[in-house]
């Protein structure tokens, strides 16, 4: 079983590049989400998605992009990167239940380093 | 604007003592759930629990027990007789409407 699966898992940008970080689920969520983790900040909430075709600004959207053309994949979009972008990065899904979102399986994470 | 708040930075004990993770949260909102996850030295996050704002019972899952007092808008988690796997980074998060907001984390180490 897949379940949540992210990649890269390892990846240094320069500034100013873009990239994607892929995300995909086999577990047909309809909820998937974006976060990135820093030192002593916990997970901070960057775009979610509820269902295909929806998508929403979390906490700290700035400098990213979101898609949901389908049930399985929410790929986050580095425009321009920043050094201020270097952080570990977690997508995860879960079944939405009324008001919010269920119990939250994440991927393995992704480390980006912007140099 | 919805915030969670885990003072304790780091605890370390020693195996078999029992520690206590705070979780303080503010919201405006009259339903709302509350988790707590698990971050190992691997890295991989693990749900522990879910909790909705309308459910104050308290809950226990082995060693684990869990503390809900909306009167005081906190969310406490005990371990019971700690061990050394139980050494991790414990988030506390809030959720609204879809909208995740989690704690800074705990790290607790257990020392054999």
């Known amino acids: 079983n897949a379940g949540v699966t992210q990649t890269p898992k390892f990846q240094v940008l320069k500034t100013g590049q873009s990239m994607t970080l892929q995300c995909a689920q086999d577990?047909?969520?309809?909820?998937m989400s974006w976060y990135r983790q820093d030192p002593g900040m916990g997970l901070r909430l960057i775009h979610y998605?509820?269902?295909?075709?929806?998508?929403d600004q979390g906490e700290v959207p700035n400098g990213y992009n979101v898609s949901r053309s389908t049930t399985e994949d929410f790929p986050l979009r580095l425009l321009s990167a920043a050094p201020s972008q270097t952080s570990v990065y977690f997508c995860?899904?879960?079944?939405?239940?009324?008001?919010?979102?269920?119990?939250?399986?994440f991927g393995e994470g992704s480390r980006l380093t912007v140099l | 604007a919805q915030k969670v708040t885990q003072a304790q930075t780091e605890i370390s004990v020693v195996e078999k003592e029992d520690v206590t993770l705070d979780c303080v949260y503010e919201?405006?909102?009259?339903?709302?759930?509350l988790f707590w996850y698990k971050q190992p030295p691997s890295g991989e996050l693990v749900f522990l629990i879910r909790r909705n704002s309308f459910d104050e019972q308290n809950e226990i899952s082995g060693r684990y027990s869990w503390n809900f007092q909306k009167s005081t808008s906190s969310f406490n988690f005990t371990i019971t007789a700690s061990q050394v796997v139980d050494s991790a980074v414990y988030f506390c998060a809030l959720d609204n409407d879809y909208k995740l907001s989690f704690g800074a984390g705990t790290t607790v180490t257990v020392r054999a």
């Open positions: 919201t405006r909102d009259t339903t709302y759930y």
């Open positions: 998605s509820v269902g295909a075709g929806i998508t």
């Open positions: 577990m047909n969520h309809e909820y």
């Open positions: 995860a899904s879960s079944y939405p239940l009324a008001g919010g979102s269920g119990e939250l399986f």
